[in-house]
């Protein structure tokens, strides 16, 4: 039986993910990626899911589509697994480089 799964957001997270209000091809696209992890599908290569060293030790990010980048973290619980939501946006926006 696979434990149960919860997602969380962090607020820089909920911040970052204003910036796609107005896009709803993104937002589709970004929900579709929460909705995979949240339900504990295999991430598909082609979007390059790797774990993270530096600031986001821990975290893990993939390529939603070419430079929108989604970093998040897992983090065991007593009875389920909380996937938490740290950040979206550009490698110059999350990385600065």
Do not use: C
């Amino acid at each position: 039986m696979m434990r149960r799964r919860r997602i969380e957001y962090t607020a820089r997270f909920k911040k970052d993910l204003k910036k796609f209000r107005h896009m709803p091809e993104k937002r589709a696209k970004i929900s579709k990626v929460i909705q995979m992890l949240g339900e504990g599908h295999q991430i598909p290569s082609s979007m390059r899911p790797h774990r993270l060293i530096g600031d986001y030790t821990g975290h893990i990010e993939l390529h939603v589509e070419g430079d929108l980048l989604l970093i998040w973290t897992e983090i065991n619980g007593n009875d389920e697994l909380v996937i938490r939501m740290t950040r979206i946006g550009s490698h110059s926006e999350l990385f600065g480089k």
